[in-house]
């Protein structure tokens, strides 16, 4: 199956410094990428939808100017997590979908701890 | 709104001991139906596409139905490494999947 990379697959910050999180798509060209929080024993929770050169649209409730997701080539999406708080500490995921399949692809999780 | 259940939320196996897995949906134009697998600490990873009522998909000892409400995940003598979080999805109108909270399977050897 195609191949999704997420970078890094854990990383501890300070309350109030921000952290990016890289999602890559290996070998096909994603048109548009998803963003997903995880918490424990629970769901999926969709964050935001991101299509190469526009704006990422966001899921009510999660806050865009604190989640900032770039789409800057058709491979390669970023997540962004701004003044982090430990109330941000979570499993993230990024999804790619090349067009062409229906199913998405999932990158192997990035688990963020504030501290 | 499109929903998923999933049930039950665990379901523990003995080695061998065949079992199945449900996922209840409710949306509105069915895409697609997804099945996952997640191990711990891991991005989910994909198994099986349904697209239509009727349809079935194998793989190994797995099994995936679908009918116009529900799917199965049938588990044919699981073995240990089959332990995981097994994740239904749903795409309706939109490219977006809606998932299910998961069954979390156990087989003990």
């Known amino acids: 199956g195609a191949v999704v990379s997420q970078h890094p697959s854990r990383v501890i910050c300070k309350s109030g410094t921000s952290v990016k999180i890289e999602c890559r798509s290996l070998d096909f060209q994603a048109t548009t990428m998803f963003w997903y929080r995880q918490f424990p024993k629970q769901s999926l929770m969709l964050m935001a939808t991101?299509?190469?050169?526009?704006?990422?649209?966001?899921e009510q409730g999660v806050e865009k100017d604190k989640f900032l997701i770039n789409h800057a080539s058709l491979t390669l999406s970023t997540l962004t997590v701004t003044s982090a708080h430990p109330e941000d500490s979570s499993f993230y995921i990024c999804s790619a979908y090349s067009g062409g399949a229906p199913e998405a692809f999932f990158g192997q999780g990035t688990r963020l701890t504030v501290v | 709104e499109d929903q998923v259940t999933q049930s039950p939320e665990a379901l523990r196996l003995q080695e061998g001991e065949s079992s199945s897995l449900n996922c209840s949906y409710t949306v509105s134009g069915l895409r697609g139906l997804f099945w996952y697998r997640q191990d711990p600490g891991k991005g989910p990873e994909f198994l099986f596409t349904l697209y239509s009522a009727g349809e079935e998909k194998e793989k190994e000892r797995l099994k995936a139905t679908l009918t116009k409400k529900e799917s199965f995940l049938h588990i044919t003598a699981p073995k240990p490494e089959d332990s995981a979080t097994y994740l239904c999805a749903v795409q309706g109108g939109s490219e977006k999947l809606v998932f299910g909270k998961g069954t979390k399977l156990t087989v003990n050897p």
């Open positions: 991101s299509n190469e050169g526009s704006k990422a649209t966001y």
